[in-house]
């Protein structure tokens, strides 16, 4: 558990530093801060990563459970939908390109059959 608050803390925190490390970087011990803020976090001592996310975190995602739930179950049915809609035009792909494929072939099979005349095919010697 110790380790999920972790990760969730520190990825959110990942996540807010990419957008604001532009603006704040120029700071004069920015990265000296950035660098003693994850070991906060990660200090099993200062519990750091717990701390923020008991408060915080858990906080505000007991608040939008609903929405979370709603948004979950509607981004699961889109993305059945577009798994068959890909799936039915794959399969439309790939029977087109048998069909055309078979209507190449089927013209150079043709042309082989005719070269085969009766008189080629008496001319074989019949087997009792």
Request: proline share 3%; hydrophobic share 50%.
């Amino acid at each position: 558990v110790r380790w999920m608050m972790y990760w969730i803390v520190f990825s959110l925190f990942m996540a807010t530093e990419t957008f604001t490390d532009l603006l704040i970087s120029w700071f004069p011990f920015y990265y000296e801060v950035k660098m003693a803020f994850v070991i906060w976090l990660l200090s099993p001592y200062t519990r750091g990563a717990s701390l923020l996310y008991r408060r915080f975190v858990h906080p505000t995602l007991a608040r939008k459970e609903k929405d979370i739930d709603t948004f979950l179950v509607r981004a699961r049915e889109r993305s059945y939908e577009a798994a068959l809609r890909f799936g039915k035009r794959g399969l439309n792909l790939a029977a087109t390109a048998a069909v055309q494929a078979a209507t190449k072939s089927q013209g150079a099979l043709a042309g082989r059959l005719r070269s085969f005349s009766m008189q080629d095919l008496r001319s074989l010697p019949e087997q009792d």
